[in-house]
């Protein structure tokens, strides 16, 4: 079956430096998302993406985030000056359309920010 | 501000019995409703899916939903231990950029 691959699986990283997290989502799929969660809260949607833009994006998502799709394969999360509270895990999910059919989730980046 | 609201549990069931998950929702114009499973430290898996009022039956599990009270739930029939886990309601309100709103998510713990 067709995975969503995350890497790295784990980044541990000092306050105020900049980390990338990358995502290969689905070869046929065109729509992607960012999600992240909290070590025991719940998971909250960040930004969707499409056509190289990004369509939608919640409060979470502020001037620290930015997200890319560098070639036909990758699509990065960067987080500038990274924060403790950016501490969570970063899942990454594509789909074939907008019509949503329930995606499949990458299996995360942990991102610990000391 | 859409909310999705879940008790966080632990909910034990004996192992064989059924297990019965129940998820609220605020935004009437909610469209679509799922259930995830995530085993700890793991990404959420799909499971189940259901877009109009009634029961939605995969193999042991059966989703219904009930759009006038905002309510869906899913029943695991013949609970298994492996079916422990915690379990997120996520709706999404129509926009599918707008992504998904998940709920905490109730933790299940099947008692062999």
């Known amino acids: 079956e067709p995975e969503v691959t995350q890497t790295p699986s784990h980044q541990v990283t000092q306050m105020g430096q900049e980390v990338i997290l990358r995502c290969v989502p689905i070869?046929?799929?065109?729509?992607f998302y960012w999600y992240r969660q909290i070590l025991g809260q719940k998971v909250e949607f960040l930004v969707s993406?499409?056509?190289?833009?990004?369509?939608?994006k919640s409060e979470i998502f502020d001037d620290q985030f930015s997200v890319e799709r560098p070639d036909g394969s990758n699509f990065t999360l960067k987080i500038r000056s990274t924060k403790l509270e950016d501490s969570a895990m970063y899942f990454c999910?594509?789909?074939?359309?907008?019509?949503?059919?329930?995606?499949?989730f990458g299996s995360g980046t942990r991102l610990t920010v000391v | 501000q859409k909310e999705v609201e879940q008790n966080s549990g632990p909910l034990s069931v004996p192992e064989g019995a059924i297990a019965s998950l129940n998820c609220t929702y605020s935004?009437?114009?909610?469209?679509?409703f799922f259930w995830y499973r995530q085993y700890s430290g793991k990404s959420p898996e799909l499971i189940m899916s259901?877009?109009?009022?009634g029961d939605k039956e995969d193999g042991r599990f059966t989703a219904q939903l009930n759009k006038a009270s905002q309510y869906v739930s899913l029943l695991i029939r013949d609970s298994q231990p492996s079916d422990s886990a915690t379990y997120l309601c996520?709706?999404?309100?129509?926009?599918?950029?707008?992504?998904?709103?998940f709920g905490k998510g109730t933790h299940l713990i099947i008692q062999p």
């Open positions: 259901i877009y109009s009022n």
């Open positions: 935004d009437r114009v909610s469209q679509s």
């Open positions: 996520a709706v999404d309100s129509g926009g599918g950029a707008d992504g998904l709103t």
């Open positions: 070869s046929n799929h065109l729509y």
């Open positions: 993406f499409y056509n190289n833009e990004i369509s939608e």
């Open positions: 999910a594509s789909s074939d359309s907008w019509n949503n059919y329930g995606y499949t």
